[in-house]
């Protein structure tokens, strides 16, 4: 072992960056899985440290919210994603919701990986543009009297005018256990993309705010984590970036001394993401998009 | 012979000639001037051999420095690696992706290098641990930062490398750090994996405390095979063994929701109760009857643990807190007596 060790560690070694390389071969090579246009919405800087030089952009994307029903709450867990759906996804639901035995049961179900179906300006992002608009025609139809009632739709206003121009239009549509399946189910490769994720599952009990009685216990999944979020901006795509860093961490410590606004912006760039074979991405390009007066 | 046999031999001797010269003192023996000569030049001898081949302690104050050297190359290697880590971190954006990788796969095989360059030069091994722990970070770096770089979907599969690298320098070399680096990864790598079988996230694999018992009875298994070159490494696998054991237990004996066992929590945690017990008490009586003081000492302050954690979910709550105070003081007391108690029973039946 004396003689052999150091040889055994050095073909470890090589072992295992050969094997890493292949597989990152086997991900490009060929038509990638899917090609999406993203821009700065989707797509923001990742937060580094000073002592971190590297750069990533970061995923963002939203689960479509259970409609609300009248003074439903909801809970954020998408609506779809209901017990049926979870036991094909291969969780235990067994335990009806309202047996006794089910808050333990559930508790303690861990999360599964699975595929989401995440699609870049669909319908359900046209949806929720159009319940927005609706909520906001309703708040001022309605015109209740009073300071706080005025504020509440003003506020409501400007956060709708600010998600128009820098919310992330990606959208979680759809979660199953075969990403070739779902890729028959959805096959427009230029706006939505298969990723392997962190499905959970919970035991709810929506809350009506204005009856003021918890509603029956029922099962929903949710979706935690894409499981590569971070993707990494190499040296060659940077330079569109480095000068938009820059000044963002300049507007940051001019906020934090007090002066310098937080306005939403429209977004700066755009990139184009590709998913591989092995439904692991990579950014390709990146573009400076024009700037509005 | 391997290095820790050699070293008990030159204690042996050591404590040999300490106690020949206070028998002489008192006047119990009196060894004729040649014979003691001739007994001195052996013992000479053979720590000049040891300490040649083996590079034991031959004295007290050499082996009160061997610990602060060990210490000190153990922290050494650890601010070695942050530096190789951080200095990584503060200049990659600024290179090449081929670069990069050049840096990153190279990285390691130097440190490979550089370790086997020290063993040779160095029969002590402190700069060669330093160097080898070294590489083993460089190795972590290099398949972290490449599924960083690449966007790469994580998998416990890089536990097994490091493993698998570990152990072949530890091995090669006979260096403890790597072999208990070696035992950590290959604890990760075999806890995720039992837990992607039922298709569960492996990062989860935290969630349920028993992915940890096979990997446990394992390094308990190993600890068995003969190591006839490197016999300071069992007592590292039994340790790790039996804290992979009894640390689960104590997690579920506390918190039975995160059992794999469809039982209800309360049942889930008198069972783990009862275990802890068991196999604590267990663990010393094995310690004891088989002289392996590492795993004594194990089972002991789990016992201690599990008797505090059962004391205070049993009292804390109604008794007043000098009370408390005083009966587990006063069991402590107890626990003593006992203990001194089969101490003179065992030394008698020993006498």
């Not at chain 1, 298969?194 to 599952?201: D, K």
Request: glycine share 8%; net charge positive.
């Amino acid at each position: 072992m004396r003689r052999l060790g150091p040889w055994l560690a050095l073909v470890l070694l090589l072992l295992a960056n050969v094997v890493v390389f292949l597989g990152v071969l086997r991900n490009r090579r060929g038509e990638p899985e899917a090609v999406l246009t993203l821009t700065e919405r989707e797509l923001p800087p990742a937060a580094a440290g000073q002592e971190n030089t590297g750069l990533s952009l970061r995923l963002v994307w939203y689960a479509p919210f259970s409609p609300r029903e009248e003074g439903d709450w909801g809970s954020g867990s998408v609506h779809w994603l209901d017990g049926e759906r979870l036991q094909a996804l291969g969780f235990d639901c067994s335990v009806p919701p309202t047996d006794p035995r089910a808050e333990v049961h559930y508790r303690r179900a861990l999360p599964l990986v699975r595929y989401a179906v995440l699609e870049v300006e669909g319908l359900p992002w046209q949806a929720w543009l159009d319940g927005e608009r609706a909520e906001i025609e309703r708040l001022r139809r309605d015109g209740t009297a009073g300071q706080e009632a005025a504020r509440a739709l003003e506020l409501r206003e400007r956060r709708f005018a600010a998600d128009q121009v820098s919310r992330s239009r990606l959208t979680l549509i759809d979660v199953g256990a075969d990403p070739t399946s779902l890729r028959r189910q959805h096959p427009d490769r230029r706006r939505v993309a298969i990723a392997p994720a962190v499905v959970r599952l919970q035991l709810e009990r929506p809350w009506n705010a204005r009856t003021r009685i918890p509603g029956e216990p029922r099962l929903r999944g949710y979706v935690s984590e894409i499981l590569v979020s971070d993707l990494y901006v190499p040296r060659s795509l940077r330079s569109p970036l480095d000068a938009l860093v820059k000044r963002d961490t300049q507007a940051r410590t001019m906020r934090r001394a007090g002066s310098g606004t937080d306005e939403p912006r429209p977004p700066r760039y755009e990139a184009t993401l590709s998913y591989g074979h092995r439904l692991e991405p990579w950014l390709t390009s990146v573009r400076p998009l024009a700037e509005r007066p | 012979m391997s290095k820790a046999s050699a070293q008990t031999r030159a204690d042996r001797i050591r404590a040999f000639r300490e106690e020949l010269a206070e028998l002489e003192r008192v006047g119990i023996v009196e060894l004729p001037g040649e014979q003691r000569e001739r007994l001195r030049r052996y013992h000479d001898k053979t720590l000049q051999t040891l300490a040649r081949d083996y590079d034991v302690d031959t004295t007290a104050g050499q082996k009160q420095l061997s610990w602060g050297m060990r210490i000190a190359s153990f922290l050494g290697a650890l601010a070695l690696c942050a530096a190789v880590f951080l200095f990584f971190f503060r200049y990659w954006g600024l290179l090449s992706t081929a670069t990069q990788l050049i840096i990153l796969v190279g990285g390691p095989f130097l440190g490979v290098l550089g370790t086997e360059v020290a063993a040779r030069r160095e029969r002590t091994l402190y700069v060669a641990g330093i160097i080898g722990l070294v590489a083993f970070g460089a190795f972590v770096l290099d398949l972290a930062m490449l599924g960083n770089i690449f966007n790469i979907t994580p998998s416990p599969g890089a536990f097994l490398a490091w493993a698998a690298f570990a152990f072949c320098l530890a091995y090669a070399y006979g260096i403890r750090i790597l072999l208990v680096a070696g035992i950590l990864s290959l604890a990760g790598y075999l806890s995720a994996t039992m837990g992607t079988w039922r298709g569960v996230y492996w990062l989860s694999f935290g969630e349920r405390p028993e992915n940890f018992f096979p990997v446990a009875l394992l390094l308990l298994a190993i600890a068995l095979v003969q190591h006839r070159r490197h016999g300071d490494f069992p007592p590292l696998y039994r340790i790790f063994g039996f804290l992979g054991l009894l640390i689960p237990i104590l997690v579920l004996s506390n918190w039975g929701d995160v059992s794999y066992l469809a039982l209800p929590t309360k049942s889930v945690e008198h069972m783990y109760q009862v275990v802890a017990f068991v196999v604590a008490a267990a663990t010393v009586g094995a310690g004891v009857r088989l002289s392996l003081r590492e795993v004594t000492n194990v089972g002991t302050t789990f016992f201690v643990i599990f008797l505090y954690t059962r004391f205070y979910d049993w009292w804390w709550d109604w008794m007043p807190k000098y009370l408390f105070f005083l009966v587990v003081g006063a069991l402590s007391i107890a626990v003593l007596l006992t203990l001194r108690r089969l101490r003179r029973i065992r030394s008698a039946n020993g006498s």
